[in-house]
Structures are given as structure tokens and as C-alpha cells.
């Protein structure tokens, strides 16, 4: 196709169809004309702002979105918005040795001491919530190179969950309701070791300090449906954050992934059975979805609790150890010499009766699992 030598680089062929269908009508130009570039405009919003993409640490971000969402024209056109946290996570001999790093952790330390953080966060949000359209927030881990430069090491430290806790807070502040908060089950495990407090609500610290967990249990009622990710601590913890727990809408839950603190292969990183305790006594009347990892459970507690569940269709398990299978839901043997993982699958989708259920990594034993498997 020849391309026109207008600015917009349409082909010329396209022009010539429209010219000839409008005839030698002036008019009907003009009409068809009009209707095409609201065509156009009508799908380049849906395209390009359909979703709002915000780094919550860096102003110039949160003050486009805040220009984005409050346009009378582009406004309504969003559906979605998109947090990450790109605060950096880096040590003093970083922040010395690089100027541009430390601009940007000066800029950030200077959002938070002004105050205006949380103003842009709640203005943002307020705006937000004017539009029916935009119907969910999601909060999204960050991918180095894929939503910025590396951001330095926390030398496995846990990040702090300042940030999303100040996100929790402008939720409540704006006074505004949505449909779903989404945070990303897609999100790569493994390589974070939990230090981005967007890859999971930090059950243990939520309940050990009542001002996060309090802003975050209210904020979380501002949704009509959660899907959630929990951070169940490791196999050390002695807290079980029952009180963060105990305020979770469990109603509105749609799906939920319970990763350990730490995500890595060493056993002693595993989620702490108290908080696995904890949560297996609990039920989510809507949940679909529930994605363990890392963790270590007995069969008669995690079938009763799968059981209570009654939306429950899709189960995942990964690096999942099962003690105590008896012997009439399984008995049968793999070559490694535990006991058949498409067995206990089967019996555990007809004990429990969930359609789709799917393991990886996992191990289950008629008695109990040594401390390293």
C-alpha cells in the first residue's frame, strides 16, 4: 500500500475509499469525517488507557495518573489502575557511590516528609473513584528492567511495608469503593526473598502493629472482591497475626496465594504452621482460587478446611508437604518411594470436590515427612 505524505502516514488508499464514498457531498464529508475521528479517538482510549500504570514513589508518575483519571475525556475511559512500588531498596555505600540514586532516594524520602505522598495517593484515588469505569486497583510487584533499572540490594532484609500501607490509608482517606483489589498472582517467586511489600501482605507485622493492620483491614472493606496474597511468615515465626487475620473481609474473597516470607528452597524458610494453623480455620465463603507454596500441613486440617470452601474450584499447591494420608485415601507408592502424587490428587478433587487441582514439588506421607524433603 502507498503511504500518504500527510503527518499521519495513513494509506493512501484508505483516503481514496473515504473521498469516494462521501461523493461530491460537502457535507456528508464533513459528517463522515467527524464520525471517523470519534471512531478513532473511542478506540484510542480504550487502547492506550484502558490502564494506568503508577509508580506510587516517584510524584511525576502519581501526578500524571492524577491528570490521566481526572480528564473529562480520558477519564472514563480507564477501567484498571496499576501499582508498583519502585521505592529504592538499596544500602548507604549504594546511595554514596551513585548521584542519580541518590537523587531519587532524596526525592522520595522528601514526598514523605512533606506530607504530600499520601495527598497525591488520596487525590488520585478520589478521582478514581468518580468514574464507575474504573472498577479495580491492582498492586503489582516490581520486575526489574521490566518496570525499571535495578533498584539495589536489601541483602534479604524485608522491605518495609511503609508504602503499602500509605497506599492503604489513601484509600480510606478518599472515601472512595471499587469492585476488586487485585494483587498479581503472576508475580515470579523465588527471586524477591519478600522484599517488595507488594508481593504480599505481611500477616506477621500487620498484626504485631494495630495502625497497619487496622488501615489496611479498612481499606480492604472499600472493595467489593479481594484477591489477596499473604506472606505466612517462616518456620521461626512465633506470632501468628491473629489479629491482622481476624480482619480480613473473609467474605470477599475471590482467590488467594499463601507464600512463606522468605521464598526459597531452605526448609526453615517455609511458612510457619501457626500461621497455616491460623488460616486453616478460617473460611472464605466466595474463594475460587487458593495457591499454597511452601508449606507443611496435616490431611485431616487442610481436607477439612478445603472442604468448608464451598466455591472453592481451583487448588494449587507448590513445595507442599501432606502428613498423616491415611492409608485408605492412598497407599500406593511412586519410584521415589513416597506416596503417588496423581493418586492423592484424585482423591483429594473427589474428597474435597474441587474440580481443578494441581501439585508441584509436593510430597505427601502416611505418617510424617522428614524435616528436609
Known amino acids: 500500500m502507498e503511504q500518504s505524505a500527510s503527518l499521519t502516514g495513513l494509506p493512501v488508499e484508505m483516503l481514496e475509499l473515504v473521498a469516494r464514498h462521501t461523493g461530491k457531498d460537502m457535507k456528508k464529508l464533513r459528517l463522515v469525517s467527524r464520525h471517523i475521528a470519534d471512531g478513532t479517538f473511542k478506540i484510542f482510549k480504550r487502547t492506550f488507557f484502558s490502564e494506568v500504570k503508577v509508580f506510587v514513589t516517584t510524584k511525576s508518575s502519581m501526578e500524571k495518573a492524577i491528570q490521566i483519571v481526572g480528564s473529562t475525556s480520558l477519564g472514563p475511559a480507564v477501567q484498571r489502575l496499576t501499582l508498583t512500588d519502585d521505592s529504592f531498596l538499596g544500602n548507604p555505600d549504594e546511595v554514596r557511590s551513585n548521584t542519580a540514586i541518590r537523587a531519587k532516594l532524596d526525592a522520595q524520602r522528601k514526598l514523605r516528609e512533606d506530607g504530600e505522598y499520601v495527598k497525591l495517593l488520596t487525590e488520585l484515588f478520589r478521582k478514581c473513584g468518580r468514574h464507575a469505569s474504573l472498577s479495580t486497583i491492582r498492586i503489582k510487584a516490581f520486575v526489574e528492567g521490566k518496570d525499571g533499572p535495578y533498584r539495589g540490594e536489601s541483602v534479604l532484609a524485608v522491605g518495609s511495608d511503609d508504602v503499602f ?146 466455591s472453592l474450584r481451583h487448588l494449587d499447591l507448590f513445595h507442599v508437604g501432606v502428613n498423616h494420608v491415611p492409608e485408605e485415601v492412598c497407599s500406593m507408592l511412586s519410584a521415589d518411594g513416597n506416596l503417588d502424587n496423581n493418586s492423592v490428587r484424585e482423591r483429594l478433587s473427589q474428597l474435597a470436590g474441587v474440580a481443578r487441582v494441581e501439585l508441584s514439588s509436593c510430597r505427601f506421607s502416611n505418617h510424617i515427612l522428614p524435616s528436609r524433603w
Open 165 to 310: 500501607v500509605a497506599v492503604m490509608r489513601a484509600i480510606v482517606l478518599s472515601c472512595a469503593s471499587f469492585d476488586t483489589l487485585s494483587m498479581d498472582m503472576l508475580a515470579v517467586d523465588g527471586d524477591d526473598y519478600g522484599k517488595d511489600n507488594f508481593s504480599g501482605l505481611h500477616i506477621i507485622q500487620f498484626g504485631r502493629h494495630d495502625h497497619y493492620g487496622i488501615a489496611s483491614a479498612a481499606a480492604l472493606h472499600r472493595f467489593k472482591t479481594l484477591e489477596l496474597i499473604l506472606q505466612a511468615g517462616h518456620e521461626n515465626t512465633k506470632d501468628v497475626g491473629q489479629n491482622f487475620l481476624a480482619m480480613i473481609p473473609h467474605a470477599k474473597v475471590r482467590s488467594l496465594k499463601i507464600r512463606p516470607e522468605f521464598d526459597s528452597e531452605d526448609p526453615q524458610d517455609n511458612c510457619s504452621k501457626l500461621v497455616i494453623g491460623a488460616l486453616l480455620e478460617l473460611d472464605f465463603p466466595a474463594m475460587e482460587i487458593l495457591i499454597l507454596r511452601r508449606a507443611v500441613v496435616s490431611w485431616t486440617s487442610f481436607v477439612s478446611f478445603i472442604k468448608r470452601q464451598k
